[in-house]
């Protein structure tokens, strides 16, 4: 069974980069064009297209935390398109909330339908070093790693909640900061197990982050 996670561990999980990279490469340029930190519709649909990618990457090679983490920020993906619709009443708070839920719920129940189908044990963690033949990490870098992808996953987290209370769609320092130490941390960690996929996805953050804090201080 590792054999088919394996062939498809590459493909499914390249191709989210592509929307996650142009997503900030297009942002980094309105905003260098504006000369302040800015975020567009387009930011959104491009990041929901790459976080619906990545969450069948993950779901394939069970690793159900990132799972979750796509699927948290497939939604607030979906809510900032919501709060940036031209005209219309967005959808209140507690349905976009109840909907989270009913996602995160029908995700429990078909990864542990798939592994029952795939052979009766639920694994719930299955790294690349599984996959690929790398010597598995000490606790400590796994402890790091689930750090920094708290904090990486967190900045969308965060800009929800500022949205949510704000009603409009908006990517602030705190994002920006987010972004770049949860996406220091992720590299450090990625490059000891030897996820390439991952480390390849996290390469391009750094700098459009750094950019970005400088047009929100210069402002």
Known sequence: MDEWRLLLYYPLGILPTLFFSLRFLLQWLQSEKAHESVVFPLF??????????ALSHYFIQLQFPFVLVQAVNAVISWRNLDLMR?????????????????????LFAA??????????????????????????????WHVMGAIGACLF???F?????????????????????????????SLAYFGRIG???????????????????MLLKAK
Request: charged fraction near 10%; include cysteine; charge should be positive.
């Open 86 to 106: 031209p005209s219309g009443p967005s959808l209140p708070t507690r349905k976009v909330v109840i909907g989270l839920c009913i996602v995160i719920t029908v």
């Open 195 to 213: 996820d390439t996929v991952s480390i390849i996805n996290n390469a391009f953050c750094t700098v459009p982050a750094l950019r970005n804090l």
């Open 153 to 155: 996953a967190s900045r």
């Open 111 to 140: 990864f542990f339908l798939q592994g029952m189908l795939i052979g009766g044990d639920i694994e719930w963690t299955h790294t690349p070093a599984k996959l690929a033949g790398v010597t598995p990490a000490p606790l400590a």
């Open 44 to 53: 959104w649909r491009l990041s929901l297209v790459g976080n619906l990618l």
């Open 157 to 185: 987290w965060v800009q929800w909640y500022q949205a949510e209370v704000r009603q409009q769609s908006r990517l602030t320092a705190t994002f920006w900061w987010l972004s770049m130490v949860g996406n220091i941390l």
